[in-house]
């Protein structure tokens, strides 16, 4: 370091990174503050995850959050998933959200008690694939969770991308009380998959509210036989051996899919149909754990 008279030689300086230390510090403490206050106003957070992809993690929630919503509940939906967010598909985001005049992400108002941020709302564009690694998206899901100003909320429900990598993690680490709700199809491939699932959540203490069965059975709509697609009953036994509560099973439906596509989670559409039933069953099991 080169100074320009003896006295400049003479202060103290520091170590030349001292202040970018300082900087990340402060910038850290600010989005901890940040957090904490988004959180406070959040009465109850359930995280929605998977060690298999495809299990329907995010149809759990979109509906989940859907249903909540439709009972009067305040409800907030997020999802964290950097490289594949469907919520933004599956309640109709289209547009980049909105930011206050201090800066915080304003989530779209789907419904009347539902609001809505994707992660994609972040990304200029949507069909452009994320290559992160671990630090980055951690420090990105993070700066989202500090960034969105969801207000008062009963229920705030959380996507994440399937495994226990870093996506989960942060989550947990961010939102400590977080309730978890397992998601899984019933067939030993997805079962073993599962068990990781369950293995997380102890070991992260990550209260768990109970494990959900999807795509359990089909009735064909012609002959109504049922036909069990991926096997039957592994999330239920899968849930008694860890000693977990069985929240219940849902049928593979084929409007599942057409209602996800179009944006309009099925338990919003007022039809009565076996897997409407059954979400209120689950609906309704969580709710009994839940003091309100
Ligand atoms: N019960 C069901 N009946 C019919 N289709 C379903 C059902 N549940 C989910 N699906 C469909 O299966 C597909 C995968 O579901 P979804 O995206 O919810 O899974 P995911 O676990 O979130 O996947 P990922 O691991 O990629 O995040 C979607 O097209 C969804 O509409
Ligand atoms: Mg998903």
Redo the contacts with the bound molecule.
């Keep these: 370091m080169i100074h320009s008279n003896v006295d400049s030689a003479k202060k103290p300086q520091g170590c030349p990174s001292q202040n970018k230390g300082q900087d990340m510090a402060a910038k850290q403490k600010k989005e901890e503050e940040a957090i904490k206050n988004s959180l406070s106003k959040i009465k109850h957070k359930i995280f929605v995850l ?1 060690g298999k ?8 929630s979109a509906n989940l959050a859907a249903s909540l919503s439709k009972q009067g509940y305040k409800t907030g939906l997020m999802d964290v ?1 950097v490289h ?1 967010p ?1 919520i933004a598909q599956m309640l109709g985001l289209t547009e980049l959200l909105d930011i206050s005049a201090n800066q915080m992400l304003l989530p779209k108002q789907v419904a009347e008690n539902l609001k809505v941020v994707s992660v994609q709302a972040l990304m200029q564009d949507k069909d452009q694939a994320i290559i992160w690694r671990g630090p980055a998206k951690t420090g990105m899901i993070r700066q989202f969770v500090s960034s969105v100003d969801w207000g008062e909320l009963d229920f705030l429900i959380i ?1 994440a ?2 495994g226990t990598g870093d996506e989960p993690l942060t989550v947990v680490q961010t939102i400590p009380e977080a309730l978890g709700v397992i ?1 899984t199809t019933p067939q030993e491939v997805a079962l073993a998959d599962i068990r990781k699932s369950i293995s997380f959540c102890k070991t992260v203490r990550l209260k768990t509210l109970g494990i959900v069965e ?2 359990a059975g089909f009735s064909c709509p012609h002959c109504h036989q049922h036909i069990d697609l991926f096997s039957s009953g592994g999330g239920e036994k899968t849930a008694k051996a860890s000693g977990l509560e069985f929240l219940g099973s ?5 409007k ?2 057409a209602s ?1 596509d179009s944006g309009t989670p099925m338990m919003f559409n007022n039809e009565d149909t076996a ?1 409407t039933r059954a979400f209120d069953t689950i609906v309704q099991n969580i709710l009994k754990q839940i003091k309100l």
């Design positions: 998977s992809g495809g299990v329907g993690k995010s149809s759990v998933d594949g469907s996507d991308p399937p998601v999807n795509m849902l049928p593979f439906e084929t599942v899919v996800g897997f």
